[in-house]
């Protein structure tokens, strides 16, 4: 054990003036200009990258809470306990709950097909980083891929296309299979593709309806507390 080590061991995070410091952490922000943060996060493109993703979440629950007054509850996940939850938002409508997975337009895929006369791009639909992914056999394999079945809901924001916080959504079981080579045929079934194909104006496999992709045949009965 290094010098630095065994010194850090002896210190108490309890103490005011350690408690003092966290908080100071969180008030950073706060200490900082809007103006000066925008221009940072524009500054680098893969902290805006990920500052949009957390962006489209927060404005995907204001949309539902605004608009879709059927919904009578979304609840947002821990990001560091994603074995359980594979999705960002877990939505409660009419008795069920259904699982729905955010994902944001690859900028760099974004462009206009003149023959299609529309606008065409990619959407990422893998998580961040390998992990075991159990198969039906009981086989796992190491992957960034989603099983089919891992949320319910796949929504993607149309903020590039239109200039509005309006949403797409496709149900997970309608999204594209692997076809990788280096997986064997029965894997690639229960795996989906990395991306999905997004148009604007949306072709018929999207639809910005989310209430008419839940039924019974997706999510699961809402738990009921009782008070």
Same mark, same amino acid.
């Not at 706060?30 to 962006?55: F, H, T």
């Not at 023959?115 to 959407?123: C, F, K, P, W």
């Not at 991306?195 to 839940?214: A, F, Q």
């Given at each position: ?15 005011? #003036? ?37 962006? #489209? ?164 009965? #809402? ?5």
């Amino acid at each position: 054990m290094s010098r630095g080590s065994r010194g850090r061991r002896k210190c108490d995070p309890s103490h005011p #003036a350690a408690l003092a410091a966290r908080n100071r952490v969180s008030q950073m922000i706060d200490a900082i200009a809007a103006a000066d943060l925008v221009e940072a996060i524009k500054r680098a493109p893969s902290l805006r990258g990920m500052v949009l993703g957390y962006v #489209a979440e927060e404005m995907f629950e204001r949309h539902v809470s605004e608009t879709l007054t059927q919904v009578t509850d979304i609840v947002k996940h821990d990001d560091h306990k994603r074995t359980a939850n594979k999705s960002d938002r877990t939505i409660t409508y009419n008795g069920r709950q259904y699982s729905i997975q955010l994902k944001s337009l690859q900028t760099n895929s974004i462009g206009y097909s003149e023959e299609n006369a529309r606008l065409e791009a990619t959407v990422q639909n893998d998580g961040s980083d390998r992990r075991d992914v159990a198969l039906r056999d009981g086989a796992k394999i190491q992957t960034t891929l989603y099983r089919r079945g891992d949320y319910d809901v796949l929504a993607v924001p149309l903020f590039p296309f239109t200039g509005t916080w309006d949403f797409a959504y496709k149900r997970n079981r309608d999204c594209r299979s692997c076809t990788h080579p280096a997986y064997p045929a029965e894997v690639r079934r229960q795996l989906l593709a990395s991306t999905e194909v997004i148009t604007y104006p949306l072709d018929k496999t999207w639809t910005t309806d989310l209430l008419s992709l839940l039924d019974e045949s997706l999510g699961k009965p #809402a738990i009921r507390t009782t008070r």
